[in-house]
């Protein structure tokens, strides 16, 4: 069974935030859901990213396949709006990044190995919600730069950017102004300060940088555009964005053992380079987020 849940559907407190965030309507395929997953279906969600949405496919169909009842909420908006709604059991799982999850949860957290901050986010999470088994697919944030920008000012990795970055403007969601592994970090660790941050759509980032309404963009390292369009992602040595496993988040009482096994046996195959094949399909190829990750499932033999 595979349910898309309408907005008519959501209780206020979901309406209220996903206006702060969503996109995109939620669609209905099949019928309306109720809220939470009382009955015994598993609610999944996505940030408003492609990848994001993907990823929340390919773990929704790989929970279908075992013959768990799923229902997606799509595009939700950022961690700041669906955190809690996982909290609440409005949703029952989320596609998730360690590192970026461990931040939210506690802004003084240290980076880590994938191992140490799995530990920290179980450490930090509140009762009824944990994290399942950590993808070695890894996405990080980045702070990204165009060709003629890195040459122009001799940039390699962030720490360059001091001395330089108060001549230039970032683009970015408007939640990594205020992100610890964003600009906040920065400032901190490597003294970089931009003369401008621009709040813009994760969508248009791009696009504005390759036409120099930006000069620097907060743009996913898995980004099938950073290749496609040469652009430069700058290291981090101090490893201000820490790990970024695709982990899934859940709210412990509406899993149970089949979905988790489904969930992690995806976890268990997902790699960087297929992610980034996956967004290249969706981003640049314009096809459909379901389609592609029912092909990636097949591939992997979890269909």
Known sequence: MRNRLTLAVLPLSVLMLSACGADDPYEEEDGGGGEGSGDGTVVIGSADFPESTVLAEVYGRAMEARGVDVEYQLNIGSREVYYSQ??????????????????????DAPSGSPEETNAAVEEALPEGLETL?????????????TEEVAREHDLETLADLEGVAEDLVLGGPPEFET????????????GVEF??????????????????????????????????????????PENVFGAQNITPLVNSEQVDDTAREALNAVSAELT???????????????????DVAQDWLAEAGLD
């Open 272 to 290: 960087t380079e297929d992610v980034t094949a996956l967004n290249e399909r969706v981003v640049i190829d314009n096809e459909n987020a379901a």
């Open 133 to 145: 088994e950590s993808s070695e697919a890894e996405n990080k944030d980045s702070v990204t730069v």
């Open 86 to 107: 996982v909290e609440e059991g409005n949703l029952s799982v989320f596609p998730e990044y360690n590192g970026a999850i461990l931040a939210y949860l506690d802004d």
């Open 195 to 236: 003369g401008e941050f621009r709040s813009l759509e994760v969508a248009l980032l791009a696009q504005a940088l390759q036409d120099g309404d930006i000069q620097a963009a907060n743009l996913f390292t898995t980004d099938p555009q950073v290749a496609v369009e040469g652009f430069v992602a700058l290291e981090d």
């Open 179 to 190: 992100r610890h592994q964003g600009v906040v970090g920065l400032e901190e660790v490597y």
